[in-house]
């Protein structure tokens, strides 16, 4: 199984936008356009296209359950708190383009694929078959590639993360929904290999989550609100302390508990204007191989928390064989809402992608991931049960221990898009 077509294909994903970022020279100027899935087919008041719109040819296609797509071109897709003509955005979407030729040559090979895509760190989504993007109740997109299932997989190692928040007398309105909504993205950062536990500290210290006292808890969904409670992954370890400044001597305690090793790394999170305390809360990360970053707004927590992700992210490996991932089986949302009475189970194949620029090498710049999503059922035919015997029966499990799918159990599954 491990050797399967699936892996391949993904590898070629991962190969092309490695060259492609290669030969591709940053371009702070670069003007681009590049199809947006939000605004394609759309006009203005005037009846004109909109810019990074325009006539974007959708088909309904039997293979993706009816839905109109476009299996010429992929396209693009950007969280709205993110600039869709940053800089960063418009080089990588402009490189990224060299993804098209593998996601076509990949789905003409395999017609079992389904849908194909390239997260990148900058935040951008590019999605084979094209697909016109439905903006959520408020109009806007919330989707951050960054934050799902797969991508954290695939880009991060397993970490144990105990979140330390400040809830002083000074830690209140702005400042406190900040800061709530940094604890949040950060646990969305979380996925099922990663433990977590959140304190909170004022004059003294308490679990925000009683029942979690003394322990991590594995981070998944459910897991979030009760179950198993462990040891932790042991692999990296993270503080993320997020507070709005006043602390006092703190230097011991490091020197104490986590100097020389540093095994420990502290990520600081400054909330709100004041600046005062500026300096102790960065002298708090850069001792312990962290990172700061001075969160002012509510606009500024996605960006600021998906920092740490580059400092903790898995370690650029040669081969690229050992770093692909399979998430735990979920329910397709397309086929979901629309065909109840054939739900499909899927599993993601992804993979981390990283920069093979000469100066950036040592670094281990992470680019993104890629990945395909794969039906199980797809995946069970490659053990047809006549090569099985009598009593044979085929299972499926992914190197990191998730049972994806086995005669006598039914996975548990969670509703995701993609
Ligand atoms: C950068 O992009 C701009 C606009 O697309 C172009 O005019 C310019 O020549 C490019 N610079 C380089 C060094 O390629």
């Known amino acids: 199984l491990v050797k399967c077509r699936h892996i391949s294909q993904c590898i070629r994903l991962a190969e092309a936008a490695e060259d492609a970022d290669l030969y591709h020279e940053y371009n702070e100027t670069l003007e681009f356009e590049y199809y947006n899935s939000m605004l394609i087919n759309t006009v203005d008041e005037n009846g004109n296209p909109l810019p990074l719109g325009g006539e974007f040819l959708l088909e309904p296609n039997e293979h993706f359950n009816k839905l109109p797509v476009n299996t010429q071109q992929s396209n693009i897709q950007v969280p709205t708190n993110v600039y869709n003509r940053d800089p960063d955005i418009l080089n990588g979407v402009y490189m990224s383009e ?27 989504f590019r999605l084979y078959p094209g697909i016109q993007w439905i903006p959520d109740e408020n109009g806007v997109s919330t989707f951050d590639c960054r934050n799902r299932n797969w991508y954290i997989q695939a880009a991060t190692s397993p970490k144990d993360v105990v979140i330390v928040v400040d809830v002083s007398g000074s830690m209140k309105g702005l400042r406190l929904t900040i800061a709530k909504h940094t604890i949040n993205t950060i646990l969305d950062t979380l996925g099922e290999n990663d433990f977590v536990n959140i304190i909170a500290y004022s004059d003294y210290v308490r679990y925000v989550e009683p029942c979690f006292k003394g322990t991590l808890v594995q981070a998944d969904l ?17 503080i993320m302390l997020i507070t709005d400044g006043a602390m006092e001597d703190f230097q011991d305690v490091f020197e104490e508990f986590n100097w020389p090793e540093r095994r420990v790394r502290v990520f600081t999170y400054l909330i709100g204007r004041e600046m ?78 990283f920069s093979k620029k000469k100066e ?26 006549y090569k099985l015997g009598v009593h044979g029966y085929a299972f499926l499990i992914t190197n990191n221990g998730y049972i994806l799918s086995h005669p006598d159990l039914r996975p548990l599954v969670q509703t995701t898009i993609l």
């Open 276 to 353: 005062t305390f500026a300096e102790n809360v960065k002298w708090i990360a850069c001792n312990n191989k962290g990172y700061y970053t001075h969160i002012s707004t509510l606009a500024d927590v996605q960006e600021n928390v998906m920092e740490y992700l580059h400092v903790l992210s898995r370690p650029m490996v040669i081969n690229h064989d050992h770093d692909i991932i399979w998430t735990e089986a979920y329910m397709d949302s397309v086929l979901f809402n629309t065909q109840a009475q054939s739900l499909l189970l899927m599993t993601s194949v992804a993979m981390p992608v």
């Open 98 to 124: 060299a993804l098209n030729d593998v996601f076509i040559e990949n789905f003409q090979k395999d017609p079992t694929l389904t849908w194909q895509y390239f997260g990148s760190s900058t935040g951008f």
């Open 360 to 385: 950036t090498l040592s670094h281990g710049i992470l680019l993104g991931v890629v990945g395909t999503d794969v039906a199980l059922k797809e995946l069970m035919r490659l053990a047809p049960r």
């Open 222 to 238: 459910d897991n979030r609100e009760a179950a198993t409670l462990g040891q932790g992954s042991l692999c990296n370890q993270a």
